[in-house]
Every structure is written in C-alpha cells, then in structure tokens.
Nanobody, 124 residues
C-alpha cells in the first residue's frame, strides 16, 4: 500500500514557475514508476510526466516538454514536478500516481495509487 500526498499548487501569473511535490509512504518507493497527471472539470485526466523508479529516463506530454521537469528523491520518498513558463492552459488539478509499468507510463489505468490532487491556477 502506498499513500501519496501532493503539495505546492497555487495561483500564479502566466510565465511564472511552481514546483509540485508528492510525498509517498511506504518502504518500496523506489520500486514504483511515478507519474503526474492533470485534470480540468469535464475532461479526462491527462498524462503530464513520468519517471522510472531508478530516476531516469523521463517521459513528458508534448504540451509540457521543455517547460516541465519531473524528478525524484528516493531517499525522501518524494517526486517533484518543476513547472516553468506556466500558461493559462496549464490550469488544472494535478495528481501524482504510482505504478509498476514504465512501458504504459502514459496510461492512467496502469497506475495503482493516486494522491488527492493539488490545484494549479495560471492567470493571464
């Protein structure tokens, strides 16, 4: 069993940066692929980024590539999402998730555990 708690969301202006954190419980954190997804009301939850248990390589949605960076600190059981050059279209609830398959890292159905989400709002 893995419990995930996100933090770091907030309201920022376009062009600003935010760093999201996701703290995980359990002693097997390094065994999990960690992903970030986001969702806006009325739309499906979409893939943002993922990282292997060992810390690399990383995977990104085209919409965030070169702006967002996923990283992890297995000693702290934490995964991060550094978000730079934020745009209004990045506004969403951001969720972290833990799964076992890097091959299916973009598929939300392949993740076993989810956090409660943190709101990111980017104003224009």
């Amino acid at each position: 069993q893995v419990q995930l708690v996100e933090s770091g969301g907030g309201l920022v202006q376009a062009g600003a940066s935010l760093r999201l954190s996701c703290a995980a419980s359990g002693r097997t954190f390094s065994a999990y692929v960690m992903g970030w997804f986001r969702q806006i009301p009325g739309k499906d939850r979409e893939f943002v980024a993922a990282i292997r248990g060992s810390g690399g390589p990383t995977y990104y949605a085209d919409s965030v590539k070169d702006r967002f960076t996923i990283s992890r600190d297995n000693a702290k059981n934490t995964v991060y999402l550094q978000m730079n050059s934020l745009k209004p279209e990045d506004t969403a609830v951001y969720y972290c998730a833990a799964g076992r398959s890097i091959v299916a890292a973009t598929q939300k159905e392949k993740y076993d555990y989810w956090g409660q989400g943190t709101q990111v709002t980017v104003s224009s």
